[in-house]
């Protein structure tokens, strides 16, 4: 079985996968989980550690969590679990986003009085929604604000969400990528408690602390630049337990599955409290 489910991170398909995701149906973790595995089951969570621990106690294969925005930046949440947790990350994907006005299939722009989405979905369309001079409320998320529209059976309602909302919720999309303040994307991470096997062409992350002394975090840096590594990204977190001290994220180019890498990581070691492998993917995954 978990030769099967390591698989399905190479080729996205896997019959009756359960597939954990945070969020109600139609909403873009949903989306993301539907078509990273198109054969899966997918499950809602009510939040994002409820489908992480669903993964760890074994109720779900797998997990699709956001881990970073391009337009709100990191999703803390997501990352902190990554931190303390078992599991492993097996894919990174992008889904682009696309915001579209929606209503109730008789409706016209025109007939539209108050758009609802979420907040961030209100703020990537302020144009949009002031040019029309439409009244904004705010949703928990994109998928329950279509609900709204779809229930109250008003046609001067709208809701800011995907095409894919529109048709589960029986909505029609008036206009389409109204979303003007340029690139859109949520990265997702898949996770799971198999440490895949890295492709050729891979990336990794680690996830480590470092001693609390001056110049810790240059040693680290330096270390994996040392072996050749290239980071691409570098982020710090607070830890939730320590007041003033802090976690640090890193996505390097290559995979540590080799003698370099080895050395690389028994160097870490050495200047990090907690140094943690947290797994590969195949950099700039769209889906």
């Given at each position: 079985h978990l030769m099967s489910l390591s698989r399905a991170y190479q080729y996205r398909m896997q019959s009756g996968l359960k597939v954990a995701?945070?969020?109600?149906?139609?909403?873009?973790?949903?989306i993301a989980a539907g078509r990273i595995f198109p054969e899966g089951n997918c499950v809602s969570y009510s939040d994002f550690k409820a489908a992480y621990n669903s993964v760890v106690t074994g109720e779900c294969d797998v997990a699709v969590l956001p881990i970073e925005n391009s337009y709100a930046g990191e999703v803390g949440q997501t990352i902190d679990l990554i931190f303390s947790g078992s599991l492993f990350i097996n894919g990174i994907y992008e889904l682009e986003i696309h915001q579209n006005l929606l209503g109730l299939p008789g409706a016209a722009a025109e007939d539209i009085k108050k758009v609802t989405s979420h907040p961030q979905a209100l703020s990537q369309c302020?144009?949009?929604?002031?040019?029309?001079?439409?009244?904004?409320?705010?949703?928990?998320?994109?998928?329950?604000?279509?609900?709204?529209?779809?229930e109250a059976n008003d046609k001067t309602l709208g809701a800011i969400a995907?095409?894919?909302?529109?048709?589960?919720?029986g909505l029609k999309v008036i206009e389409a990528n109204i979303n003007k303040s340029g690139e859109n994307t949520t990265r997702f991470a898949v996770l799971s408690k198999v440490k895949a096997t890295s492709p050729a062409l891979s990336s990794t992350v680690l996830m480590f602390t470092v001693k609390h002394e001056a110049g810790s975090l240059a040693n680290a840096i330096g270390i994996i630049g040392h072996y050749g590594y290239s980071m691409t990204a570098l982020r710090s977190r607070p830890m939730k337990k320590h007041s003033w001290q802090y976690y640090f994220y890193v996505e390097i180019e290559g995979t540590t599955d080799s003698e370099n890498g080895a050395k690389m990581i028994e160097e870490l070691s050495k200047v990090c409290d907690k140094l943690k492998v947290a797994g590969t993917f195949a950099p700039h995954t769209e889906i």
């Open positions: 995701y945070s969020g109600v149906e139609g909403a873009f973790a949903h302020h144009d949009y929604i002031k040019m029309r001079g439409f009244e904004a409320e705010e949703a928990n998320n994109t998928a329950l604000a279509a609900k709204t529209v779809a995907s095409m894919e909302t529109a048709e589960i919720y």
